[in-house]
């Protein structure tokens, strides 16, 4: 019960500490989220990715100008 107590007393006593609280969470899940993803993403279609494929297409040349 004092976890319960603790937990309400700091983050859904006052309006505005829940509201923050609710947009700190949903930012933190978002950078969360995009960075799994985006590792995962890169593992699944590693090799055919520009990143990986560049140096065949891109000369030095091409890249200075």
Not at 32 to 54: C, M, P, R, S
Request: charged share 25%; net charge negative.
């Amino acid at each position: 019960m004092a976890i319960s107590t603790t937990i309400y007393n700091i983050f859904f006593r006052r309006n505005s500490i829940m509201v923050g609280s609710a947009f700190a969470g949903a930012f933190a899940f978002e950078m969360a989220f995009d960075t799994v993803t985006n590792k995962y993403w890169e593992a699944h279609n590693q090799g055919k990715l520009w990143k990986d494929i560049k140096y065949k297409y891109v000369t030095k040349d091409e890249d200075e100008e």
